[in-house]
């Protein structure tokens, strides 16, 4: 299966069982064209949470490979997922609050907004006001947790992949978190913020175990489209695998995995590449490499 098929005859070339499905294959490829990096918002949907994958916590993946009357499915873990993240815990972290950059929860535009200043000035205005002591009063709004019990109070995340600042697991008061840290930017920069600390790196010798093993395309989850595609697969005899993508991904999209060590999944991984496929292989690459 030559990489330089284009798309649709390399779809054309199975045994379709009618046109609607070779439709459907079609379809799914033109979503899964679209697929693309999230874009940064003051909500943190830019980040790619490969800490919440399931592969990193024992989730299976369900592998197909040509049998005598079909592909045949069966499931393994991937052993080197679940050595692909490290956690370092610190219980009394402070940062200043004009490094978080993202909340976890928030109203209106939250997810709309590239950053926290851009929320605050298109959300929050009538917090806004010219008073140093403001910030304080914000900050002590009863729906953030500054001062709760530890535990039950704010926590913050930070990644290794991802360097733009502190995640703030915030439960609401949103509005009034951004307004402060719109003030403070102009009034108290240096005023600082103190909360449990979770902070995520990726082990470079699982993560290239990984990509040693398997090229990586995400895929949209729509069961319809997903059988007519992987009917071509069997019909071309490409071993694959499938697995849930890491969040914000998660739900609207899948991983497919295409052996590194098969001939037809390597063929078919160029073709995927070559045809637009967002390469998590790729991402995934870029985050372990200085």
């Not at 978080?100 to 950053?115: N, V």
């Not at 590194?260 to 637009?276: C, F, N, P, T």
Request: net charge neutral; with cysteine.
């Amino acid at each position: 299966m030559p990489a330089t098929l284009p798309f649709g005859r390399w779809l054309h070339k199975a045994r379709w069982v009618d046109t609607a499905a070779w439709k459907y294959a079609q379809a799914f490829h033109e979503q899964a064209r679209q697929v693309a990096f999230p874009a940064e918002s003051a909500s943190g949907r830019g980040i790619i949470r490969w800490q919440d994958w399931p592969p990193c916590f024992g989730g299976d993946i369900a592998h197909w490979e040509p049998g005598p009357r079909g592909m045949l499915c069966r499931r393994a873990t991937l052993a080197p997922a679940s050595r692909l993240i490290t956690t370092v815990y610190h219980d009394a972290f402070s940062c200043s609050i004009r490094e978080i950059t993202s909340l976890e929860s928030g109203k209106g535009g939250l997810t709309t907004s590239a950053t926290l200043d851009a929320y605050a000035l298109s959300e929050c205005c009538g917090l806004i006001n010219s008073d140093p002591a403001w910030i304080e009063k914000l900050l002590g709004w009863h729906e953030l947790r500054f001062n709760a019990a530890p535990g039950a109070g704010e926590s913050l995340e930070s990644f290794s992949w991802h360097g733009r600042g502190y995640h703030l697991l915030n439960q609401g008061g949103a509005h009034h978190f951004a307004a402060a840290r719109y003030l403070a930017g102009f009034y108290a920069p240096r005023f600082c913020i103190n909360a449990p600390l979770a902070r995520y790196s990726i082990n470079h010798e699982a993560a290239q175990d990984i990509l040693n093993a398997y090229d990586m395309f995400c895929e949209p989850e729509d069961q319809a489209m997903l059988e007519a595609f992987t009917h071509r697969m069997a019909a071309a005899g490409v071993p694959h695998a499938t697995c849930p993508a890491p969040p914000p991904w998660d739900g609207e999209y899948r991983l497919l995995l295409l052996s590194r060590e098969s001939r037809k999944a390597a063929g078919a991984a160029s073709v995927l590449r070559q045809h637009g496929w967002f390469d998590v292989s790729a991402l995934l690459r870029s985050h372990v490499t200085p």
